[in-house]
């Protein structure tokens, strides 16, 4: 017998021993069988909300199959293994009301109370009366009231962990009452709760499902949609291996295939908390029930991954000139059938500039580039080697891309749940005898800036538009993007196009390792390039001192998800490049300053507000989405100094008012939590800004404010305890002629 022909997922292992049973004789038969022979128990009913392991069940699984009903007045009692949507249609047909909004719920009546099933306002605890089960342990029959039972949300005394497996539920009783709306029949409303299940949910007899494999988190006694959540995320409709989220609803996990295994749904499933975890700073929790699974089971398999991929290799490099645009490509080898091909465009550069230069000045800058896009491809298999064929690495460089790696991909390896501290992970080796030959620029007037959608690089452009030669630079630019250079009044934008290749985004649905990698990195050395292709002689980013502080403890490592637009890494680049890449100029214009800086500087540029976007969830529809900590810790620093009706210009919505926003909210302000994987504020700016906002308001407080006052305390000592970051000035690598320019507001 396998557990996928007995359950709605069709997943699921062998079972060593199993019975079906209906009378107490039978029930005390297999309590004392698995007694006898020290088994774990597992009931089963009609097999849905659970997940099995491939590996089954090691144990005894116990079938109730008893189904009969008998109706006393307003009370109704059935046995445990009924169908639950056949008792709901029996108490319909004789006008019982209290089950009808939960049509159409897959599973067994003996079942409904342990998960306390619900649908559409209705819950099992609402009409649930009383019902008779069986403990192994004393090996006697019992009955539990509905006190008894401790329901709570999608919970019940039966799913506490010191209670799991020890009760066979063998009848369940409800009380109900007799309907008496003459316009509107029960048979009405059952009928329209189907067709609206048969439309929004997946039918069980026709995809391998579990139902809702999701809870809907609770944050302070409010509901968030889990499914919702998912669906911001990007996960609606997304498949992973022979698994898939439903494209019909989000909180459903479906046998897409048939032939999905338990490690696909749950490494599925992983991937889904995790997302929304960065994105939301919302902690998603299963509701199914996972049977037969290994703690190992939950950990990454990069080792596995490690022993079949033991060499990443960065085999080679071309570049061509095609009707003014530079094409790069490279060549990646993870086995000899798995190659890889990333892709850049530079547009719309005259030929007349790479003539100017010699081939081993753009064959060097290239071949960084393609050390930089390594992030990106070697996370698929973290290889224990990485081997550089395309060219030579000195020792200076090995140690320098070592240290990019193990810190820039430090939220990679906490994420993946990777030791990369204990043992060496990985090394570096360069097998090349190439030589390069460094860039010089001998204009020192240009500028190049690199632009993003956001506030920073408004403040930059806006800041810096009197200098003689500006230009923006950007990687695959977005709407907000162009909008943001188009109110700066800079004329010229040098765009580069990067690809990814298909094949990777394939193996990241086969299982292969995937996250966050220093984007900012690969940033830093295209703009070198470009900077030399184009004579600018200074590259002026919009990286702020909020950047520095790290999200999260791991291993004893700071994980800092802005690692490459930190000082640190502005000054190891900065000495990177001018050691072997060129004598361009490059830093952070904003490094001296917070984000709430930045915000206060900011709020004087009104023509900008309908311009710029931040928010990650919402960018291919160039929207703030709004539900987001990254929207949330913008509006944060925004709304002391911006007036409440110039706010709209930027917010659609104003998310003081969300206080399904709360639990984000305190992971961005509190050390004790891990603040969200986004480019968001430090936790003493942000504390500083809501009290701010707090004490600006007084006594009418937006909901989300009136909770974390709660929080925060005394206000107005944290206001005048560090109202001192508003003047405060950082480490920088500015130069003065600059540095006036941010002095001057």
Not at 411 to 417: A, G, I, K, R, T
Not at 608 to 625: D, E, L, P, T
């Amino acid at each position: 017998m396998q557990f996928k022909d007995l359950t709605t997922f069709r997943i699921g292992g062998p079972i060593k021993y199993f019975f079906e049973v209906k009378s107490d004789k039978e029930i005390i038969e297999a309590g004392e069988f698995a007694k006898e022979n020290n088994l774990k128990i597992f009931i089963l009913g009609g097999g849905s909300d659970i997940l099995v392991s491939d590996k089954g069940f090691d144990g005894i699984v116990i079938r109730y199959i008893g189904n009969s009903l008998q109706v006393i007045g307003n009370k109704i009692t059935a046995e445990a293994g009924m169908e639950w949507d056949k008792l709901i249609e029996y108490s319909v047909k004789n006008n019982l009301q209290g089950l009808e909004c939960m049509s159409g719920i897959p599973g067994t009546v003996g079942a409904s109370p342990i998960q306390n099933i619900g649908a559409y306002g209705q819950e099992v605890n609402d009409t649930f009366l009383s019902l008779k089960a069986f403990e192994f342990k004393s090996g006697k029959f019992v009955s539990f009231s509905n006190k008894d039972c401790e329901f709570g949300y999608r919970e019940s005394f039966f799913k506490k962990p010191e209670n799991w497996q020890k009760y066979l539920i063998t009848s369940v009783s409800f009380k109900l009452k007799k309907y008496k709306d003459t316009d509107l029949s029960l048979q009405n409303i059952r009928d329209e709760i189907l067709r609206v299940r048969g439309e929004k949910l997946e039918n069980p007899k026709k995809v391998g499902n579990a139902g809702s494999f999701f809870k809907n988190p609770i944050l302070e006694k409010s509901k968030l949609s889990a499914g919702l959540l998912i669906d911001k995320a990007g996960w609606k409709g997304k498949s992973y291996k022979g698994a898939a989220v439903s494209s019909k609803n989000a909180l459903i996990l479906i046998n897409k295939s048939g032939e999905a295994s338990s490690s696909d749904v749950l490494d599925l499933s992983k991937k889904i908390i995790e997302d929304v975890k960065k994105k939301f700073g919302v902690t998603l929790e299963p509701e199914v029930q996972f049977i037969g699974f290994d703690r190992e089971e939950n950990i990454s398999d990069y080792k596995k991954l490690q022993n079949l991929y033991p060499k990443f290799i960065y085999k080679s490099y071309k570049w061509t000139v095609e009707n003014n645009d530079l094409l790069v490509e490279f060549v990646f080898s993870l086995s000899e059938k798995i190659i890889l091909y990333p892709k850049l465009k530079f547009k719309n550069i005259p030929k007349e500039k790479i003539v100017l230069l010699k081939k081993e000045v753009i064959d060097n800058l290239v071949f960084n580039l393609g050390l930089a896009e390594i992030p990106s491809y070697w996370k698929a298999t973290i290889s224990p080697e990485i081997l550089i064929e395309a060219g030579n690495l000195d020792s200076y460089q090995v140690n320098w891309w070592t240290d990019l790696l193990e810190k820039g991909m430090s939220q990679f390896f906490y994420e993946n749940n990777i030791d990369f501290v204990s043992n060496k992970l990985f090394s570096i080796k360069s097998n090349s005898k190439a030589k390069f030959v460094k860039a010089v620029i001998t204009n020192n007037d240009g500028v190049l800036i690199p632009v993003g959608g956001g506030k920073d690089s408004a403040v930059t452009l806006e800041l810096l538009k009197d200098l003689s030669d500006n230009a923006c630079f950007s990687v695959n630019p977005t709407k907000a993007t162009s909008n943001v250079i188009k109110e700066s009044k800079v004329k010229k934008l040098i765009a580069v196009e990067r690809s990814i290749d298909p094949l990777l985004l394939k193996l990241n649905s086969k299982g292969f390792l995937n996250g966050h990698t220093p984007f900012s990195s690969l940033i830093a050395f295209l703009s070198v390039f470009s900077a030399v292709i184009y004579e600018y002689k200074d590259v002026v980013l919009s990286n702020e001192r909020s950047s520095d502080e790290e999200n999260t403890i791991y291993l004893g490592r700071k994980i800092n998800h802005q690692h490459s637009k930190t000082i640190e890494f502005e000054n190891k680049f900065r000495e990177y490049n001018q050691k072997y890449l060129s004598n361009v100029n490059y830093f952070s214009f904003l490094r001296p300053l917070y984000e709430i800086q930045i915000s206060k500087i900011f709020s004087q540029m009104d023509k900008y507000f309908f311009s710029i976007r931040s928010c990650n969830v919402g960018q291919s529809k160039n929207i703030w989405c709004c539900n987001c900590s990254k929207c949330l810790s913008t509006y944060i620093l925004f709304y002391p100094f911006v007036e409440k009706e110039r706010m709209k210009k930027i917010f659609p919505e104003d998310i003081f008012e969300k206080d399904s926003l709360y639990e984000i909210l305190k992971s961005l302000i509190l050390k004790d939590k891990v603040k969200p994987f986004e480019c968001v504020g430090t936790r003493q700016e942000l504390r500083l800004a809501l009290a701010m906002s707090i004490i600006q308001l007084e006594n009418d407080l937006p909901p989300l404010l009136k909770k974390i006052k709660l929080v925060l305390g005394n206000v107005t000592k944290i206001v005048e305890d560090d109202k001192y970051i508003l003047k405060s000035w950082g480490e920088n690598n500015l130069e003065s002629k600059y540095e006036k320019y941010i002095r001057a507001v």
